[in-house]
């Protein structure tokens, strides 16, 4: 056996350790659970209740053990005194707690991605152990103390090295979801992911430096770090698509960590979901913080004094209605500082007690209660009282109030003076138009304003106090059993009580427009506007926020430009912290440095200092006479790539971006050419693939962003130019397009589009 092969026979015996701990540990609590389900229903309602608590958390712990399957071990650090230290997905000890693996959260951990040389306290050696499935098919050290023995026995064994995983996890093909990076972890992203919770962390990087990566690992460290701050107020995840959101899906189960909320900003309001867009400038316009007055300015204008009040007859009594009445009720409602909705309840409780006393005040004698509570009954019954009070006092809710905002442009001229006679044009639209995702954050807004509607809010008060007699008794329960200080807490046995997992904290989160997270995570953050903002902050009173994007590849007219001038006004000056990756680790060094000198020449500011692989014919560009023949020759080069890139077993992106109006024409060349090139049930195979989890994707630039695919094709650079709403934007637009593909980019284009734009 060669020196080599016994490492990695070693290594293979810790492995094979790690994970027969891994299959006891998952059968144990196979054991327990059905153990507690063959107890059935039977028992006591204590009895019954504990077992389903025991239940869910034999459940949640199992879908753990799963998720960390791939890759449960992929570190080790050896210090001076020769002890090893195994690095993994999760912690693990065995049967007589000794440690077997450690979690690469936890502090004992820190020196496997953050130990230099220079810098490396008692750890000598760092070795990177990679995995296929269970085996372990290679190993890599690092000697962090050059005067160790461990330089001469790595060397002599040929594992000597760096850096190499990082590499080869690069150059695997990519499979329509993001894997992890926490084998490959850098310096300077593990100081991120660890930073302090309390504040707010900007991450800027340019494509390929691994922001999402940090995020979502900072998110999981956060987790596992501040568990009890955080397992009951949970995570909220906010991305730019569907697409980018299935994406990144795997990432934190492999982790170890599941629950957390993973949302687009049209899809943050439980219930509501956009289906329209809007032309930039519309979207630019609605993202404008100061639509935030416009909204509570709508609601203001629907609290007034009718100009006709009526006098209405109560047991032969003449009751008026009087606009002196109606502003003091109005004056007491708006006291109360409660949501519209809420504080109409005053209002007309104030106003019906007005009116009762109008009533009493002309008879010639002192009624009894019984009158005056007949009397009252009889005003609450009055058609043309209730009429006359909601133009009084409105009942709105938040959807009817933004659909008559743009339906009325004249109304919404008188609301904002700041809006130009254009600004309306772009903004009205006809009434009952479906929401656009621009439209969400106001709606947020005008929900927050007005409260829930008044027939939800009955039926919400009915919950309410359910819930509250449904957790006195879970308390109750728990004293009885003695069992309160255990491990067994009374939210357990309440979240049993309601339906076990369906009230697990991120079901409940995703369920409830009103839930506070313990931290937010935002992805491609430049693209939120002032509105968009406004919607996160109100999300997280504890401003506990990571801040990942980039400022060069902003789209949205609204968008951010520059961090300073955006974060300073959410959090202040002194309440957030910049970092900036500057290592490419995505693109070939081909790729990097023409998007860079095209985006440096345009104007953007770039972050990326270097790329770290260089890929021999990384670029490639093909020029034809005309349109027809451009789409054949693209529809020809994605073959060519799919036969390298796409493979049957689901593995292998490709991407052909291209301007909008090309999208359909090129979709059917690419197809077109496939189907000629593929045997039937491979071509059926491709075609079939839902959008989010295509292996060849014909699309857009907006879609593309934060994802990224083996080979790009981009289609008609210069077209795509023309279509962005400005010169900045397409110069982001275009960015972004050509920074996806982690092998090969290919420009094709006509001699016109070639002529249009210098790339």
């Not at 795509?720 to 982690?742: F, G, H, N, Q």
């Amino acid at each position: 056996m060669s020196s080599y092969a016994s490492q990695l026979h070693e290594e293979q015996q810790a492995v094979d350790r790690a994970y027969g701990r891994l299959d006891d540990l998952r059968a144990e609590m196979w054991q327990r659970l059905d153990t507690v389900r063959a107890a059935g229903s039977h028992g006591s309602p204590t009895q019954r209740t504990e077992r389903d608590s025991f239940a869910t958390m034999y459940e949640d712990r199992l879908t753990q053990l799963r998720s960390v399957e791939d890759r449960l071990v992929f570190g080790r650090l050896d210090a001076k005194d020769g002890t090893r230290r195994y690095i993994g997905r999760i912690g693990l000890s065995s049967s007589d707690h000794e440690p077997i693996l450690t979690d690469w959260r936890a502090e004992a951990a820190r020196p496997f991605y953050e130990a230099t040389p220079s810098n490396h306290g008692d750890i000598v050696m760092r070795r990177h152990i990679t995995l296929s499935f269970r085996n372990v098919v290679g190993v890599e050290d690092e000697v962090l103390d050059v005067h160790s023995d461990q330089v001469g026995q790595a060397s002599s064994a040929g594992t000597l090295t760096g850096e190499g995983a990082l590499l080869a996890s690069l150059s695997s093909r990519r499979t329509g979801k993001m894997t992890d990076i926490v084998a490959t972890i850098q310096a300077e992203q593990d100081r991120i992911i660890r930073s302090d919770m309390n504040r707010a962390v900007v991450v800027q990087g340019g494509p390929g430096t691994g922001k999402t990566a940090v995020a979502l690992h900072r998110a999981a460290y956060l987790l596992y770090t501040h568990r009890r701050t955080l397992e009951r107020s949970g995570v909220l995840v906010v991305g730019p698509s569907s697409a980018f959101l299935h994406y990144i899906d795997q990432v934190l189960p492999s982790l170890g960590e599941t629950g957390v909320v993973s949302r687009t900003i049209g899809d943050l309001i439980p219930g509501i979901t956009a289906t329209a867009t809007d032309t930039p400038y519309a979207a630019k316009l609605k993202g404008d913080r100061r639509m935030a007055q416009v909204v509570a300015n709508a609601i203001a204008a629907r609290i007034r004094v009718p100009d006709n009040l009526p006098t209405v007859t109560i047991s032969g009594i003449q009751v008026p209605m009087l606009a002196v009445d109606i502003q003091q009720a109005q004056a007491d409602a708006k006291r109360t500082r409660q949501a519209h909705n809420k504080a109409r309840e005053t209002f007309i409780r104030s106003m019906l007690s007005s009116m009762q006393n109008r009533y009493a005040e002309q008879l010639d004698y002192t009624p009894d209660q019984a009158e005056l509570n007949r009397a009252m009954q009889l005003l609450r019954m009055n058609d043309t009282v209730r009429k006359t009070l909601n133009l009084c006092w409105l009942p709105m809710t938040g959807t009817w109030l933004i659909d008559q905002l743009f339906a009325h442009p004249e109304r919404l001229s008188t609301l904002a003076g700041w809006l130009s006679d254009d600004d309306i044009r772009a903004l009205a639209r006809p009434k009952g138009s479906p929401l656009t995702k621009s439209d969400i954050p106001l709606l947020d807004e005008a929900m927050e304003l007005l409260g829930p509607d008044p027939k939800v809010m009955a039926k919400k008060s009915a919950s309410d106090a359910r819930r509250a007699a449904e957790e006195q008794y879970a308390k109750d329960t728990l004293a009885a059993t003695g069992l309160g200080q255990g491990i067994i807490s009374s939210q357990m046995l309440l979240d049993q009580m309601n339906g076990g997992d369906a009230e697990l904290t991120s079901q409940r989160a995703a369920a409830d427009r009103e839930w506070t997270y313990g931290h937010i995570v935002v992805d491609e953050a430049q693209e939120l506007t002032g509105m968009d903002w406004r919607m996160l902050m109100r999300r997280c009173p504890s401003r506990s926020f990571t801040i990942v994007g980039d400022v060069a590849q902003t789209s949205a007219l609204g968008g951010t430009r520059r961090w300073d001038k955006t974060m300073n006004r959410l959090f202040g000056a002194e309440h957030w912290d910049l970092n900036e990756l500057t290592i490419n680790y995505r693109n070939p060094q081909a790729v990097s440095e023409l998007a860079s000198q095209f985006a440096k020449h345009e104007g953007l500011y770039i972050s990326t200092v270097h790329a770290v692989r260089n890929l021999t014919g990384a670029v490639s560009r093909r020029t034809a006479p005309d349109t027809a023949s451009m789409l054949e020759a693209a529809a020809a080069q994605t073959a060519q790539l799919a036969d390298h890139y796409v493979s049957s077993d689901g593995t292998g992106r490709i991407a052909v971006i291209c301007p909008d109006e090309l999208i359909q024409p090129m979709r059917d060349a690419v197809r077109k050419r496939l189907s000629q090139q593929l045997d039937a049930a491979e071509y059926q195979r491709l075609i079939d693939q839902p959008e989010w989890d295509e292996q060849i994707s014909v699309c857009g630039t907006e879609t593309v962003k934060g994802l990224e695919f083996d080979a790009v094709i981009v289609v008609e650079p210069g077209l795509i130019m023309d279509e962005a709403p400005s010169r900045l934007v397409a110069a982001s637009d275009l960015y972004v397009a050509m920074t996806r593909p982690t092998q090969k980019l290919v420009i094709v284009r006509t001699k016109a589009d070639e002529q249009s734009l210098n790339i």
